[in-house]
């Protein structure tokens, strides 16, 4: 079923938010030109920028329109790191960028094989990263590829930058296009090697996500388990409530 309309264009928006389009100040398109736009009524313009607002990413004021907001650094999913991929070429949005502390061959954990669909204790591809915004570290997150994907992939055992995202670059090298995500969120207290990379006093929470790519026939392509700090991620959801 597809999102109300206000709902597509709030996703627009944020989306183009997200990938660093739309930087901090600089001015949305006023409510015509995104009522032409979209062929809808002014009213569904407002509600889809009260949804923006409320989620701190915009300003409006009268006379001047709205602008996106300077914000606290927010961690970005792995699905929204793709989707800036593929719109731009690059992973990182402007201010991002990415120190990668490991990149190795070893065998699957138990969670690691169920999310790759393989055996416990084969072989697998293991790349650690460290995504900031500036100078503030803003989440740890660990992809994880079968020794096929490593081998038709071989830049990800390198510990240097995959500028375009290593899901964009897997997809690029195997020819298997992520089709389906699937992302299951929980939250825990931060490991001592996480209050480390992320600079953060102990006890902390956290957020973990694993991130699950599948390709068109169903088959795991990538695993990721993103740590992000709490205050430095958002997760917005609206649904509704009635018979």
């Given amino acids: 079923m ?16 997200v990938r660093g389009e739309l930087e901090p100040g600089a001015a949305l ?3 015509r030109e995104l009522t032409e736009k979209w062929a809808v009524a002014r009213a569904t ?3 889809a920028l009260d949804v923006l607002r409320q989620e701190g990413l915009i ?4 006379g001047t329109g709205s602008t996106v907001r300077e914000r606290t650094p927010l961690a970005r999913t792995a699905g929204e790191r793709y989707a800036t991929a593929l719109a731009t070429g690059h992973v990182y949005t402007a201010g991002e960028y990415a120190e990668i502390v490991g990149a ?12 790759l669909g393989v055996e416990v204790g084969d072989q697998v591809v293991r790349r650690h990263r460290v995504t900031f ?37 897997v997809e690029m090298q195997t020819g298997r296009r992520p ?33 699950t790519v599948y390709d068109a026939d169903g088959q795991p392509l990538a695993f990721e388990v993103g740590v992000t700090p709490s205050g430095r991620w958002a997760r917005t959801e609206e649904y509704s409530m009635g018979d």
């Fill in 2 to 17: 597809a999102l109300p309309k206000y709902d597509q264009i709030a996703t627009d928006l944020r989306g183009r938010i």
């Fill in 29 to 31: 398109p006023s409510e």
């Fill in 45 to 47: 313009v407002v509600k």
């Fill in 59 to 62: 300003d409006t004021r009268q």
């Fill in 104 to 115: 190795e061959s070893l065998p699957a954990s138990e969670d690691v094989a169920v999310g």
């Fill in 133 to 169: 915004e500036g100078e503030l570290p803003v989440a740890s997150s660990t992809s994880w590829f079968t020794a096929a994907v490593g081998e038709a992939a071989p830049r990800l055992l390198q510990r240097e930058r995959v500028r375009e995202g290593t899901t964009r670059y």
């Fill in 179 to 211: 089709h389906t995500g699937r992302d299951r969120w929980t939250s825990r207290l931060a490991t001592a090697e996480e209050l480390e990379l992320l600079r953060l006093e102990g006890p902390a929470a956290v957020s973990e996500v694993q991130h």
